[in-house]
C-alpha cells in the first residue's frame, strides 16, 4: 500500500531525493512524499502503523499567487499597512512565495521560535514578516502580542485553524467560500478573493472618517464659542440676542448645507496614513477656535446695536444672517491643511449646499415667513458689513489654523483601548451572505466541533497592521447656535 508520509517515517532516502525535494521548496512548491511499505494480512491501518516505509517518490503542487497580490500588497504599504504571513507551510516555500510578491520575508520565523521568545515575542515581531509552521494558538499569540503594541490588528483567514486569531482581532476578515467556522469568527466577508477590495475598503473608510471629523470639529468649536456669544450678550441686552425658534431654524438651515460633506473631495494626505480618534485633539481644537467665532459675534452686536441702533427684531435678524452665513462658508478654509480653493477644491454639491443656505440665510427677512420667524428687513449697509466680517472672520481662521498645526502636539502613541466584556461575542458575518448548513445537510466527513489544537494546515492567513500616527488634521468651524 502507499502511504503519504514525512522523510521521518522512512528507512532510507536517496541524496537525490533530498537535493529534488530542497529545489522544489526553493522554488516555492509544495510537495508531499510518497512512500510504502507491504502489510499482508492487515485488515485495517493505523497511525502506528506508519513507520519503516520505502520511499517512492514525491509529488509536486503549483501553487503560485494571484497576479494581482503584488500590486494589491503594495498598495496597502503606500497606506501605511504592515503585511505579515502566517502559515503552517514550509519556510522555504513561505520565504520564496513572499519574495515573489515583493513582500522581504528576511528570518523566517517559526513556531518553534515563536516559543523561545517568551516575553521577547514583540521583538521578534518587529523585525520579522513571515512565520512558518505555526499552530493555531501561535496565530492567535502573534494577534494578541501585536496589539498589546498599541496597534490596530486585522487578521485574514479562511480556515478552521484560523478561527481563534479571528477572534483575537481588531478585525477579523474571511471570504465567502471559507469555512463555517472562519466565516462565523469574521467581522466581514469578502465575496471575492482579492487583496484590492481591503484596500478599496481601507480607503473608503478614511475618507468617511476624514469627512466625519469635518462636521465633529465643526459642531463641537462652534458651540464652545457660541456659548461665549450668548453669555457675553446677556450682560448688557434687556433681551434675548435671538428666539428658540430662530435657533432651530438656523441650526436646522445649518446642518442641511452639512448634509453635501459626505460628497466632499479628501486630501491625499488624509487617506495615506492610518488615524484614530482622538479626543484630547478635538478638545484643544474646541478651545482653541471656539473663541475666534465669538470675536465676530461680538462685532455683529456692536454694529447692530451703535451703527443701526436695532431693536430687539433687528438685532436678532442681523444676528442670524451672520451667524448663519460665517458658520456655514468657514467649511471651506477648515476642510483641509492647504490652502483652500487653490491648492485643494470642495465638491460642486458641498459648494452649492454652503452657498444655497447662506442666500436662503440672507433673503428670509425679506419674505412673507419674515414676520412670522420674527424677523425684519435688514439695511444694504449691513450686507456690506457682513461681508467684511466674513472676509476678516475666514482670513483670520486660516492663520489660526497654520499656528494650530505647528504648535499642536500629537500623543507619541494614543491610548490602548478597552474592550467591555462581551465585544465581539456575536460576531457572525456569515449569516448576512449565505445559509449555515444544518447538521443535517452537513458533509458526512464534516465534524461538528473543530478540532483548535491541530496543527495548522497549508492555509495562509495574512495580519495587516496599521501603524500608528497622529489624528489628522484639525479643522476650524465656527457652527450651530
Same mark, same amino acid.
Given at each position: 500500500m502507499a502511504q503519504i508520509c514525512g522523510f521521518q517515517r522512512c528507512t532510507a532516502i536517496p541524496a537525490a531525493a533530498r537535493t529534488a525535494l530542497e529545489a522544489e521548496f526553493a522554488a516555492g512548491h509544495r510537495v508531499i512524499a510518497v512512500a510504502a511499505r507491504p502489510m499482508p494480512g492487515a485488515s485495517s491501518i493505523t497511525t502506528a502503523d506508519e513507520h519503516d516505509l520505502a520511499f517512492r517518490g514525491i509529488l509536486v503542487f503549483l501553487d503560485p499567487p494571484k497576479p494581482d497580490a503584488r500590486q494589491a500588497l503594495q498598495r496597502l504599504a503606500r497606506l501605511g499597512i504592515t503585511v505579515k504571513i502566517l502559515t503552517g507551510d514550509n519556510p522555504v516555500v513561505a520565504a520564496k512565495v513572499c519574495a515573489d510578491l515583493g513582500l522581504p520575508p528576511g528570518q523566517v520565523a517559526t513556531g518553534a521560535d515563536i516559543d523561545k521568545a517568551g516575553d521577547q515575542l514583540g521583538d521578534l515581531l518587529a523585525r520579522t514578516t513571515v512565520f512558518a509552521r505555526v499552530s493555531p494558538e501561535h496565530k492567535a499569540q502573534i494577534v494578541r502580542t501585536q496589539r498589546a503594541a498599541g496597534t490596530d490588528v486585522a487578521f485574514l483567514g479562511d480556515?478552521?485553524?484560523?478561527?481563534?486569531?479571528?477572534?483575537?482581532?481588531?478585525?477579523?476578515?474571511?471570504?465567502?467560500?471559507?469555512t463555517d467556522v472562519a466565516k462565523d469568527a469574521a467581522d466581514v466577508l469578502l465575496l471575492e478573493k482579492d487583496l484590492d477590495v481591503l484596500a478599496d475598503g481601507v480607503v473608503g473608510g478614511r475618507r468617511i472618517f476624514a469627512n466625519t471629523?469635518?462636521?465633529?470639529?465643526?459642531?463641537? #468649536? #462652534?458651540?464652545?464659542?457660541?456659548?461665549?456669544? @450668548?453669555?457675553?450678550? #446677556?450682560?448688557?441686552?434687556?433681551f434675548l440676542p435671538m428666539t428658540a425658534s430662530q435657533i432651530l431654524l438656523n441650526n436646522l438651515l445649518y446642518d442641511t448645507s452639512q448634509l453635501a460633506i459626505p460628497t466632499d473631495e479628501v486630501d491625499p494626505e488624509l487617506?495615506?496614513?492610518?488615524?484614530?480618534w482622538d479626543i484630547?485633539?478635538?478638545r484643544k481644537f474646541m478651545i482653541f477656535f471656539?473663541?475666534?467665532?465669538?470675536?465676530?459675534?461680538?462685532?455683529?452686536?456692536?454694529?447692530?446695536?451703535?451703527?443701526?441702533?436695532?431693536?430687539?427684531a433687528l438685532f436678532r435678524t442681523g444676528w442670524f444672517v451672520e451667524s448663519l452665513a460665517t458658520q456655514t462658508l468657514v467649511?471651506?478654509?477648515?476642510?483641509?491643511?492647504?490652502?483652500?480653493?487653490?491648492?485643494?477644491?470642495?465638491?460642486?454639491?458641498m459648494l452649492l449646499a454652503a452657498l444655497s443656505v447662506v442666500t436662503i440665510g440672507a433673503l428670509l427677512p425679506f419674505t412673507p415667513l419674515a414676520h412670522v420667524l420674527g424677523f425684519r428687513p435688514l439695511p444694504g449697509l449691513?450686507?456690506?458689513?457682513?461681508?467684511?466680517?466674513?472676509?476678516?472672520?475666514?482670513?483670520?481662521?486660516?492663520?489660526?489654523?497654520?499656528?494650530?498645526?505647528?504648535?499642536?502636539?500629537?500623543? @507619541? @502613541?494614543?491610548?490602548?483601548?478597552?474592550?467591555?466584556?462581551?465585544?465581539?461575542?456575536?460576531?457572525?458575518?456569515?449569516?448576512?451572505?449565505?445559509?449555515?448548513?444544518?447538521? @443535517?445537510?452537513?458533509?458526512?466527513?464534516t465534524p461538528e466541533t473543530p478540532d483548535f489544537s491541530a496543527p495548522s494546515s497549508g492555509r495562509w492567513s495574512i495580519v495587516a497592521v496599521e501603524s500608528r500616527v497622529p489624528q489628522s488634521q484639525p479643522r476650524a468651524s465656527k457652527g450651530n447656535t
Open positions: 480556515g478552521v485553524n484560523d478561527a481563534v486569531a479571528l477572534h483575537a482581532a481588531d478585525v477579523g476578515i474571511s471570504v465567502d467560500s471559507a471629523i469635518k462636521y465633529v470639529l465643526m459642531g463641537t #468649536s #462652534s458651540n464652545f464659542g457660541n456659548m461665549f456669544s @450668548a453669555a457675553g450678550a #446677556s450682560i448688557f441686552l434687556p487617506v495615506a496614513q492610518p488615524t484614530r484630547g485633539f478635538i471656539g473663541p475666534i467665532s465669538s470675536i465676530f459675534d461680538f462685532a455683529t452686536f456692536g454694529i447692530m446695536l451703535w451703527v443701526f441702533h436695532a431693536g430687539p467649511i471651506f478654509v477648515i476642510r483641509t491643511r492647504r490652502v483652500p480653493f487653490f491648492r485643494s477644491r470642495p465638491s460642486v454639491p449691513f450686507f456690506v458689513a457682513l461681508a467684511g466680517i466674513v472676509v476678516c472672520y475666514l482670513v483670520l481662521i486660516e492663520i489660526g489654523k497654520y499656528w494650530f498645526y505647528r504648535l499642536y502636539r500629537p500623543p @507619541a @502613541a494614543p491610548a490602548p483601548r478597552h474592550r467591555t466584556h462581551g465585544y465581539r461575542v456575536r460576531r457572525r458575518a456569515a449569516r448576512f451572505t449565505a445559509r449555515t448548513l444544518r447538521p @443535517a445537510q452537513r458533509p458526512a466527513n
